[in-house]
């Protein structure tokens, strides 16, 4: 069964930089594009990157520069950075591997 478990979440000040990751169990991390989404407060899920297991990347126009998609084959994982924090950036980020969704973790961004 596939799982898919994100992590790194947590409070930061604007400014600042995060990293998540988004660890992805059995076959799926090999065989599946991988993608980072996130939910706003009040807001609907919206995309931010996507990497498939070639390692290209795809970003959402308006996101590239600030975040950073990359895998880390070894250890199955896929990190999303983001750099220059906004208090915009306040929401549950979500992993997407294959059809497989994630449980999500909390960013909250304060000044």
């Known amino acids: 069964q596939v799982q898919v478990v994100e992590s790194g979440g947590g409070s930061a000040r604007t400014g600042g930089s995060l990293r998540l990751s988004c660890t992805v169990s059995g076959d799926a991390f090999d065989t599946s594009t991988i993608g980072w989404y996130r939910r706003p407060p009040g807001k609907e899920r919206e995309f931010l990157a996507q990497i498939n297991k070639k390692g290209e990347t795809y970003y959402r126009a308006t996101m590239q520069g600030r975040f950073i998609i990359s895998r880390d084959n070894v250890n199955k994982t896929v990190h999303l950075q983001i750099s220059n924090l906004e208090i915009e950036d306040t929401a549950v980020y979500y992993c997407?591997?294959?059809?497989?969704w994630g449980q999500g973790t909390q960013v909250t961004i304060s000044s």
């Open positions: 997407k591997a294959g059809t497989i």
